[in-house]
């Protein structure tokens, strides 16, 4: 199936110190893409693939699962390491979910962790409904566009499958498991206002990682896909920022040259940005 317009991955080769974007359940590269484009005006090499299953159809999306979407992102990880001296990795949602479990998986190969509304589990009854439900039902309906900026959409699903509902469900469990294996520095931003992941998900990440180095933003203006909301200028620079503390002399200025590919096309660095409109959620929470 052909990628929908504006939800193709973005890639941009820039300095010795990399940046892996990972975006959310049901939703698409799109709704990271001014925060790649920022990083990358900035010198920064940055990746931001499209998981699989995701940016199409949900049709296609019934057919995958966590591993699917894991081991895209780890694949763009060992590129970046290969690549460059320095890595960072950010997620959003689900997307911060494969953040954890790369940074907990590669350890001091990840420089630093940053994290947007980042889930971690399947809240309410669907929770316990879901094992059975997905053999009943094929779908539920979807939470997209969970953002407060008017006129602002996002390109994702407006069904969640329920079979890739109940791995996200699995996923989620693993993972939790597996945050005291995070010890990276770790910068968490969520929203207060969220509607599809509640705050207590940010809590429970924050009291079980070992990390030491731990910067934690409420991000009052926004929704839950805040890198496309009112607060996505702050996200940007604190990102920057935390990277540059890391990372000493990583990037540029604005207009640094290097190679940008979204869809395949070599285009100037940064890019042109598309228009914002990247919501990620579930009504399962991802």
Request: charged share 20%; aromatic share 6%.
């Amino acid at each position: 199936m052909p990628v929908l317009p504006g939800a193709e991955p973005y890639r941009h080769e820039g300095g010795e110190v990399g940046v892996l974007l990972c975006h959310g359940f049901t939703g698409s590269p799109q709704s990271l893409r001014p925060w790649a484009q920022y990083l990358a005006g900035r010198g920064l090499t940055v990746s931001l693939p499209l998981l699989p299953g995701h940016g199409t159809r949900w049709e296609d999306m019934q057919l995958t699962t966590w591993q699917d979407w894991y081991a895209e992102v780890d694949r763009e990880l060992r590129a970046l390491l290969e690549r460059c001296k320095q890595v960072f990795v950010f997620g959003l949602s689900m997307g911060a979910a494969l953040a954890l479990r790369l940074a907990a998986k590669h350890g001091d190969a990840i420089s630093g962790v940053v994290l947007v509304n980042p889930a971690n589990k399947v809240h309410g009854l669907s929770a316990y409904a879901l094992p059975v439900a997905r053999h009943l039902v094929r779908t539920t309906k979807g939470i997209t566009s969970d953002i407060a900026k008017e006129g602002v959409e996002e390109i994702g699903y407006d069904r969640v499958p329920l079979h890739a509902a109940h791995s996200l469900r699995i996923f989620f469990r693993l993972v939790d498991g597996e945050l005291p294996q995070v010890t990276q520095p770790l910068l968490l931003l969520h929203s207060p206002q969220d509607h599809v992941v509640p705050a207590a998900d940010s809590a429970r990440i924050l009291s079980r990682v070992s990390s030491t180095d731990v910067t934690e933003i409420l991000l009052e203006q926004s929704y839950h896909v805040a890198t496309l909301d009112h607060d996505a200028d702050r996200i940007f620079e604190e990102s920057h920022a935390f990277i540059g503390r890391l990372a000493p002399g990583a990037g540029t200025e604005p207009g640094e040259s290097g190679t940008s590919v979204a869809a395949g096309i070599p285009e100037k660095a940064g890019g042109t940005e598309d228009p914002v409109g990247d919501r990620e959620g579930t009504a399962t929470g991802g």
